[in-house]
């Protein structure tokens, strides 16, 4: 009975070291992608809007549509008129959106 505690116990450090040791082969990195280049909000495809900060697949679905049903952006500002838009989200990427010109948003690599 008390060579099985020991055994599990055993068993359970071993496996903690093991994960350990996979997860600190990768390169999993949690920080945030930088961008450069800037996202035209008329013409910008959804998956282009999506890189934007704080804008997912759901908000890029909504801006194309309001943009479709409203017509193009008078101001980068009216973008906050789209559904589930909140000024702490434009506040993430205003800086990064233009009304005019080509859309040449990238994700900067960073050098190791």
């Known amino acids: 009975m ?3 505690r020991v055994q599990k116990r ?3 450090v071993l496996l903690m070291f093991a994960v350990a040791f996979i997860v600190g082969q990768g390169n999993v990195s949690f920080a945030k992608a930088k961008l450069q280049g800037h996202v ?3 013409t910008a495809t959804e998956a282009q809007l999506a890189m934007l900060p704080g804008i997912g697949e759901k908000l890029a ?3 194309v549509a309001h943009r479709t049903k409203i017509g ?3 101001t980068t500002g009216d973008i906050i008129k789209v559904k589930g838009l909140k000024d ?3 506040e993430k990427f205003k800086d990064f959106i233009v009304l005019e ?3 040449t948003i990238e994700e900067i690599k960073e050098k190791k």
Request: charged share 30%; aromatic share 10%.
């Open 2 to 4: 008390l060579m099985h």
């Open 101 to 103: 010109g080509e859309t």
């Open 88 to 90: 702490k989200k434009f």
């Open 40 to 42: 035209n909000i008329n």
């Open 10 to 12: 055993v068993m359970v």
């Open 61 to 63: 679905k909504e801006i």
């Open 72 to 74: 193009p952006f008078k």
